[in-house]
Nanobody, 127 residues
Framework: VQLQASGGGLVQAGDSLRLSCAASGRAFSSYVMGWFRQAPGKEREFVAAISWSGDSTYYADSVKGRFTISRDNAKNTMYLQMNTLKPEDTAVYYC?????????????????????WGQGTQVTVSS
């Protein structure tokens, strides 16, 4: 599956953004999907994951209550709604897919569990 992330931009603290991840290729609707981010000088970190059906989600503590992950399998697209953004949310955001375990119920926070990655979209939050 090929992934294309979009929707990043420059916003002020407290604003909202919605990221999208469009998928093409193989059966998007059967895969766990995730969002990760990497800030300058820092390691890539897990943000959120969603099950193939969209019924289950999993968030990093740092974004819980502010970010919402969702997916529309009919449109082969995953979303990340980001509210109440903070300067520390500034990073390049990547979407990823675990195509090795179709219809799994396990949601992973480890980047190594995902085998397909998008190119990233920059989110910058000014204070």
């Amino acid at each position: 599956v090929q992934l294309q992330a979009s929707g990043g931009g420059l916003v002020q603290a407290g604003d909202s953004l919605r990221l999208s991840c469009a998928a093409s290729g193989r059966a998007f609707s059967s895969y766990v999907m995730g969002w990760f981010r990497q800030a300058p000088g820092k390691e890539r970190e897990f943000v959120a994951a969603i099950s193939w059906s969209g019924d289950s989600t999993y968030y990093a503590d740092s974004v819980k209550g502010r970010f919402t992950i969702s997916r529309d399998n009919a449109k082969n697209t995953m979303y990340l709604q980001m509210n109440t953004l903070k300067p520390e949310d500034t990073a390049v955001y990547y979407c990823a897919s675990d195509t090795t375990s179709p219809y799994t119920i396990q949601l992973h926070r480890a980047g190594g569990a995902y085998d397909s990655w998008g190119q990233g979209t920059q989110v910058t939050v000014s204070s």
